[in-house]
């Protein structure tokens, strides 16, 4: 159950890396990738517990994708099946980051080749 949810919950990220690199210029994609992924890691409660968490993050916590990948692993570390709620959270990042990601692509290929 862990390994299929550290596949399954990395797609987002994955799509969202994608996105970045193609939207902003090459020697930003690092920094701003980085700065975006520690807000979210930060704000899923990926390095605290969630109840931890400033009462105003917390409440934006549950619909972070970091906090619905984190839900997944835990729950799969138990031997317990994810919650739909959150396999459904992680699916619409993902599908939302690929499409940006297609977006920024596009934009991107007429901005090199006209």
């Known amino acids: 159950?862990?390994?299929?949810?550290?596949?399954?919950?990395?797609a987002p990220f994955a799509a969202l890396g994608f996105a970045i690199g193609h939207a902003v210029p090459p020697r930003s994609a690092l920094p701003v990738t980085n700065l975006i992924y520690?807000?979210?890691a930060y704000a899923?409660?990926?390095?605290t517990a969630p109840d931890g968490l400033p009462r105003k993050i917390a409440q934006i916590s549950p619909f972070t994708p970091t906090r619905a990948f984190r839900d997944i692993l835990v729950?799969?570390?138990?031997?317990r099946i994810p919650a739909v709620n959150a396999l459904v959270l992680v699916?619409?990042?993902?599908?939302?980051?690929?499409?940006?990601?297609?977006?920024?692509?596009?934009v991107d290929e007429v901005r090199r080749h006209g």
């Open 75 to 79: 729950v799969g570390a138990e031997g």
């Open 44 to 47: 899923g409660g990926l390095w």
């Open 91 to 106: 699916s619409v990042y993902t599908a939302a980051f690929v499409g940006l990601g297609v977006i920024a692509a596009s």
């Open 1 to 10: 159950v862990v390994a299929g949810g550290l596949i399954f919950g990395t």
């Open 38 to 40: 520690l807000a979210l």
